[in-house]
């Protein structure tokens, strides 16, 4: 017997979900009538269920394999009642399964209805049916696993970050417009819920296209070509991005450009970075400011740093500080520093700046903070 398509039992098509088998097909059935039924109420639904998909989908799935559906149904329910394990794998577990059992408890309910049952019979049965129901059900982590670690696993993984990013870039853009009350008048505790919705938003974001990057290698993630830019423009974007955290949080956020403003690099790269840093910095800080320094290290050399006051970072968490999707999420109570359980962020950090030709680097001592470091070749635009 062919499989049915879940959002409507009666159309005939392929395999639809990852508990169909590779054929799509119900496993055999078991032998038995309605008859066999022994609970009245649920031989009597079971009738009424029959009965409507003859009536309804005529010829379009054989009656037996709905027949043997409905009777294994029913005699789990009662297996589940008595407090037995059900079967790992069942007839049921299919799009039809599912149907056929959506349909056998709404019969039920009507049944009790016109004839009610004591309240324990009928929460029993209930708690039953509840339990058919999650053997029923597909088992989604195997499928998304499959697919995953298929040849399009990769693209399944860009296609939905992809697919984040695009509705969170709304959400920042209306959460700053709202907050700056170009919309109209806004009160102090609407820009403070704005803010907090701004600085989630944020955060969504620079994951999603992180893990875009990341999953297309990261081998690519710094623009080819140089370009002029202003240091100091830079600093006031990444600024304005993240000033919302900062108020929010009560937090000192500064910036200082250096003395030659105007240099020749790759600004997209190193925005990305600074934004990044900051926004982790504000995230890790409970007290204290945030500051990016900027200095001339000499000609055609400009070293940037993030630095912050929070917990600092210990021996512990620096073994995997860089590592992208690591497991555990460090806590003040145990590694003394706060880093994000997947380290999207930081692993993208290095590999950016590696890509400028440079080296992340980090000091940190515990009550005075932390401070990412890196420095660039951007030489003056007037040497271009």
Known sequence: MTSVHSADPARVSGPVGPAD????????????????????????????????????RGDAIDETDAKGVLVWLAHATEEARNGKA???????NTPLGRYLLRALRAELLREWNAS???????LEMMQALEDVSVATE???????????SGPDGLDLVVEVAHDLRSPVTSILFLAETLARAQSGDVNTLQKRQLRLIYSAALGLSSMASDVIELARGGDNVVERDLSPFSIAEILESVTDMVRPI?????????ASPPSSDHRVGRPLALSRVLLNLTTNALK?????????????????????????T?????????????????????????????????????????KLVEGMGSELKLETKAGWGTRFYFDVDLPPASHL
């Not at 900062?246 to 500064?254: D, I, M, N, S, V």
């Not at 497991?327 to 290095?350: E, K, V």
């Open 138 to 148: 597909p088992d989604w982590s195997q499928y998304f696993t499959s697919r995953l």
């Open 86 to 92: 059900l079967l790992h794998e069942n007839p049921a």
């Open 284 to 308: 890790f800080t409970d007290e204290g400011f945030v500051e990016i320094t900027t200095r001339a290290t000499g000609l055609t050399r400009v070293e940037f740093s993030v630095r912050d």
């Open 21 to 56: 088998g590779p054929t799509g097909r119900i496993s055999e059935p078991p032998a038995g009538e309605l008859s066999d039924i022994r609970n009245p109420s649920m031989r009597i639904a079971a009738h009424h269920v029959l009965a409507h998909w003859t009536n309804e």
């Open 246 to 254: 900062a108020e929010e949080k009560g937090l000192a956020l500064r």
């Open 116 to 122: 009610p049952p004591t309240t324990t019979d009928m």
């Open 310 to 350: 929070g917990h600092g970072v210990t021996e512990e968490a620096l073994t995997n500080l860089y590592q992208p999707f690591r497991r555990t999420r460090a806590r003040a109570g145990r590694s003394g520093y706060y880093f994000s359980g997947t380290g999207l962020g930081l692993a993208m950090c290095r």
